[in-house]
């Protein structure tokens, strides 16, 4: 008897059915915008009513291609763009013409050693083996910009590892840092999409001085962990001089407004050796149990 061969699908595939729309002779109906297909047509899908489209594409997206590429957790690195580079801290001394621009300047590369510790901790993190299912653990993750953003996508180049590159859309210009995997570099119209990318995959958070994007990613994951919309997991900040004079944590506290025990949430840190360790003994401490119950969750 010939063996049955069964059809793969019945329908065709989307782009074949795209290739073929835009063929034909053209007429006066096939002209007018209202014929494109709904998937191909940019002004359609750019209208304020498709706004709940583009959330659930702009979702969609990057979560396929991350699950594609067997990302199973990831490393957040949050930190200023404006922090420099060791070796170009000098040149931005050099380049202030002000009193003023050149304290910021001295200040901003005082802060230049977060950079190197940032390259360092993602080296460490990008070591990490794959699961037994072979996903890869602690993929190192940033916005994608430059400055410790780029540090960390650096450092898993370093040992010749890929990282996430979260970018977005800026009324200036903005483009992904050169040590981003190209296909891991994500583009984003809206922030509140971006940051949940951050945080679907994270396992651990280092947070590195910078400023209201930086307190804005932070403070929203404490709260999320706070109210037990999230579990809770190792956040690093990284320069307790830094913290302790922008934000006075122990104030909030004696004020009543965030309990005491929430300050547990937070492990401050200097280097990257002590970083990485804290987040191993977090996890050789915790087993997947604890992990999946959670903070805030009373079961």
Not at 43 to 61: H, I, N, S, T, Y
Not at 79 to 95: K, T
Not at 192 to 202: E, V
Request: proline share 6%; aromatic share 12%.
């Amino acid at each position: 008897m010939k063996k049955q061969e069964i059809p793969e699908r019945v329908f065709p595939k989307a782009k074949d059915d795209a290739a073929a729309a835009i063929q034909g002779t053209p007429l006066p109906q096939t002209a007018d915008p209202a014929y494109r297909l709904a998937y191909q047509d940019s002004d359609f899908l750019l209208r304020d009513d498709l706004r709940p489209v583009r959330f659930q594409l702009e979702l969609m997206k990057p979560e396929l291609l991350l699950e594609e590429a067997g990302i199973g957790s990831s490393f957040v690195f949050y930190g200023s763009a404006r922090i420099p580079a060791p070796e170009n801290a000098d040149a931005l001394v050099a380049a202030a013409s002000t009193d003023t621009q050149r304290r910021i300047a001295e200040r901003l590369k005082a802060k230049s050693r977060y950079y190197q510790v940032a390259r360092e901790l993602a080296r460490l993190a990008s070591r990490t083996p794959p699961a037994e299912d072979g996903k890869r653990q602690f993929v190192v993750c940033s916005g994608g910009g430059p400055s410790i953003m780029e540090a960390a996508n650096r450092g898993a180049h370093d040992v010749d590892a890929e990282s996430i590159g979260l970018n977005i859309v800026l009324p200036f210009e903005q483009a992904p840092n050169d040590y981003v995997t190209p296909h891991l570099s994500f583009n984003f119209h809206y922030f509140a999409l971006r940051k949940m990318h951050f945080l679907l995959r994270a396992r651990a958070v280092a947070v590195f001085p910078g400023g209201f994007g930086t307190f804005d990613e932070m403070f929203e994951l404490l709260t999320l962990i706070q109210t037990g919309k999230m579990a809770v997991l190792p956040i690093l900040l990284y320069g307790r001089e830094f913290w302790d004079k922008v934000v006075d944590f122990e104030a909030l506290v004696d004020e009543g407004v965030v309990a005491p025990q929430d300050m547990d949430l937070i492990h401050f840190c200097e280097s990257a050796e002590e970083g990485w360790a804290y987040v191993q003994d977090y996890y050789a401490r915790y087993t997947d149990k604890v992990w999946r119950k959670g903070r805030g969750d009373k079961k």
